[in-house]
């Protein structure tokens, strides 16, 4: 298996987020699943945002681009053969101000990409090309925008995120929310935690059973030819 894994947050070794996500890896390498890590920073990393140029070469066809346009392209084309070349992706990331990290933003922006990451069916429907990808979220958020609480309303991120990827062809992805953090006493931000961790374990150990059922598949079928 082969997991693109993107960290979005500013605060680096202080972020949940990033601890989360590395727990996450580490509970698929506890239940044996063996795969290959494409890792993205993108406060480090960060995609170029859209310009007026790269705006008009995107929607030129490729054969009409001048070179000019297929440099400016060249930063999102890397980007988008890394997602397509992923067989999972795991994007982690906090809430900021309600919505995503505008490092994440960019993301997006340059993964967006027509005639590559989508396309344009005969009967002029969209068709994502990130159908086969197993797709993760783990957030974490200052307030409580659980179900029921006050701020519920306010949670744009998590929208945002499945409009994007399901533009992207991302029918049914996961997400991991640990909630509330900043602004909570730190009872509450442990349990939030430890709620976190423990949905982590829970997909890690599904993503561990598919791969398996995937792996003996595979042998069987080698097994099948070589009879």
């Known amino acids: 298996m082969k997991i693109m894994h993107v960290d979005a947050s500013a605060k680096r070794e202080r972020s949940n987020s990033r601890a989360l996500s590395r727990y996450f890896l580490e509970r698929l390498r506890d239940e044996r699943v063996e795969f290959e890590l494409d890792y993205l920073d993108v406060t480090l990393d960060t995609p170029p945002h859209v310009t007026e140029a790269f705006a008009i070469a995107t929607y030129k066809a490729a054969h009409e681009r001048t070179p000019a346009m297929r440099a400016t392209l060249a930063p999102s084309d890397a980007l988008c053969a890394r997602l ?39 009967d002029g429907s969209i ?12 957030t974490s958020r200052g307030a409580d925008l659980r179900a029921g609480s006050p701020y519920e309303s306010m949670d744009a991120l998590t929208p945002a995120l499945r409009a994007a990827f399901g ?61």
Not at 87 to 113: C, E, G, H, Q
Not at 127 to 138: C, D, M, P, S
């Open 84 to 122: 397509l070349a992923a067989d999972a992706l795991v994007f982690a990331m906090p809430m900021y101000n309600w919505s995503m990290p505008s490092a994440f933003k960019a993301f997006i922006d340059s993964v967006t990409r027509t005639g590559v990451t989508y396309v344009h069916a005969e």
């Open 127 to 138: 068709v994502g090309q990130l159908g086969r990808q197993k797709v993760l979220f783990i």
């Open 167 to 227: 533009f992207l062809g991302v029918a049914r992805p996961t997400f991991v929310d640990a909630q509330p953090l900043q602004f909570a006493d730190p009872e509450a931000r442990a349990a939030a935690l430890e709620r976190a961790r423990g949905e982590l374990a829970e997909v890690a150990a599904q993503w561990a059973k598919d791969a398996h059922v995937t792996e003996r598949a595979a042998d069987a079928l080698c097994q099948a030819d070589a009879e």
